[in-house]
């Protein structure tokens, strides 16, 4: 399987854009370990207003297996205790509670 | 110098989405080599509803000259006046008049 890319767009609350800056200025070592251990790579955040934007790069064999690896680690659940509260819940689509997929339209290495 | 990124978010005009995703689905080779010329690499465009966000990486020495030299390109020029009619002008921020930069807040490698 190659490297596959991810582009996702989120909606925070205003009263949490800075708390949402805060906690990703200084990330928790073990969940940056986590998302390594899931094999999410060169991942980035981008603010804009309260719209935000992720993009990474994934590259294991098995993406939902890895998600859910991610879902179980507990030190994780603990820091979406923090983040998940910033965001306005399926503002974006919904089916998405906080990261919406947005749909590729171009790639060029 | 290292790796710049970029995080980029755009807004089209409803009735130009189409045609927008079509021009990226096939990217003209000449516009794909200057962006290789100037030293812009892993460019990805993603779509949702009328809101584009663009990333790429520049792993040049000078940017602006970089920059400078795409806009001087011209066989990009010629793309620009397919792509940018796309655009609603200064949508994202007043001094952006097609894609505008995001404020980047979080990168994990």
């Not at 991810?6 to 986590?34: D, M, R, S």
Request: glycine residues 4%; aromatic residues 18%.
């Amino acid at each position: 399987m190659g490297v596959l890319r991810f582009g996702q767009l989120g909606k925070l609350k205003p009263e949490k854009i800075e708390e949402y800056c805060a906690l990703h200025a200084n990330p928790w070592p073990e969940v940056l370990e986590t998302i390594k251990q899931c094999n999410m790579r060169n991942y980035s955040i981008y603010l804009h207003g309260d719209l935000v934007f992720a993009y990474f790069e994934y590259v294991g064999e098995d993406f939902d297996a890895d998600m859910q690896k991610m879902d179980n680690d507990p030190i994780t659940k603990k820091w979406w205790e923090h983040t998940h509260p910033c965001f306005i819940e399926y503002a974006i689509h919904p089916a998405s509670q906080f990261y919406h997929d947005m749909k590729p339209i171009f790639y060029y290495e």
